[in-house]
């Protein structure tokens, strides 16, 4: 018997009464169509079970149907969050995805970044990479979208508002009534220098001050390994808040406070950014800013899309407004840093509520 013979664009055109390069368009997401088209040409499609051929695809238009990502670390769950959204846009565009992971910059990032542009039509890149590699990506030819603010004309970037960010956290301590707090600084991303540097000005217009700490990755475990210097300082410096560059460095920190004997949050609260999955599950739930990662994902796999098409006229750095949510790692500090003096003897210092005689005063 002859071999069945698999159907073709012009087969599915046929069955649904439209010209072939109407259902070429559909297929590729570059142009819509009225509801009843885009039903007939769906119909047709699964009916006579056609199915593309990428090799045939990519001759015929210059087009792999791939975009790539560029992560710096999948088990971060902010950047898993991230592959997810631009996952769910490329699949309503019928577009498959690729993605390599830098492993923070201990891989050669741009041997893999530029292995994975000869098989893309377009990149999404975090603009974490080294100095320098908007230069060498530049010459990859391709359209590029970043994640995180460029600051660059010219290039399109999408990011969460990390000032606004800063700031809601730091009004939401100070609201609390904490003027120390302390702040785990990852000095390898640009943006947590600016979410300092906000924090900072929040709490001095508060009358407050901040301590920051430099830590070694954004992972939990550098939450842990600064814990001890963070808490084990004299009472009268301690900070009574600790924010994390991003949550896991807080969850990680948090751990470490309650194997050195600390109560979180009676004896010191903690918070984080990101909005991670495990952040409401972690005990206590940690207040942190949600950033978006998955909105972030799908707004610039949107832009990539556009950039491909070459209707992204007016690249810019893309700010999506960060939210707060308060949860139980945060209260107010055991013994208010701007409570008057008192005659009384001294409490303990990390007393979980205060003493009958302490709220006394006398005439």
């Known amino acids: ?26 297929r590729r997401g570059v142009r819509s169509f009225a509801p009843q088209v885009v039903a007939r040409i769906e119909g047709a499609l699964e009916r006579l079970g056609y199915r593309d051929h990428p090799a045939a695809r990519s001759l015929a238009t210059g087009r792999t149907g791939t975009v790539g990502l560029v992560v710096l670390d999948l088990a971060n769950p902010h950047f898993t969050s991230l592959l997810h959204g631009a996952h769910r846009v490329a699949a309503q565009h019928s577009l498959s995805l690729a993605f390599v992971d830098t492993a923070e910059s201990r891989a050669p990032e741009r041997q893999l970044v530029e292995a994975l542009a000869r098989r893309v039509d377009g990149l999404i ?23 995180g603010r460029l600051s660059l004309p010219g290039w399109h970037s999408v990011s969460a508002d990390g000032v606004a960010a800063a700031r809601l956290l730091g009004s939401h301590l100070t609201s609390l009534g904490h003027r120390r707090v302390a702040y785990l600084h990852f000095a390898g991303a640009r943006w947590s220098d600016e979410r300092r540097r906000s924090l900072k000005r929040t709490l001095l217009a508060a009358g407050g001050s901040l301590q920051a700490h430099a830590v070694e990755s954004p992972g939990a475990e550098a939450g842990e390994a600064v814990a001890a210097s963070v808490l084990l300082q004299p009472e009268s410096v301690r900070p009574t ?21 600390f109560n979180v949050p009676q004896q010191v609260s903690v918070a984080g950014f990101d909005d991670i999955e495990g952040a409401r599950h972690v005990l206590p739930a940690l207040t942190t800013v949600a950033m978006h990662s998955a909105e972030q994902g799908a707004v610039a ?3 990539l899309i556009q950039a491909m098409a070459g209707t992204l006229t007016d690249p810019n750095d893309e700010t999506l407004p960060p939210r707060l949510l308060v949860r139980d790692s945060t209260r107010p500090p055991a013994v208010p840093c701007l409570a008057p003096k008192h005659s009384s003897p001294p409490q303990a210092p990390l007393a979980s509520t205060p003493t009958p005689s302490r709220r006394k005063r006398t005439p």
């Open 125 to 147: 890149v975090s603009a974490r990479l080294a100095g320098g590699a908007v230069d060498w990506i530049a010459r990859l030819g391709k359209p590029v979208v970043f994640f």
């Open 301 to 303: 796999m949107q832009r």
């Open 241 to 261: 808040a600790v924010v994390g560059y991003n949550d896991l460095i807080a969850v990680g920190f948090m751990h470490e406070a309650r194997r050195l004997g």
């Open 1 to 26: 018997m002859p071999e069945e013979r698999s159907p073709t664009l012009q087969d599915v055109a046929l069955a649904a009464g439209v010209s072939a390069a109407t259902v070429s368009r559909h």
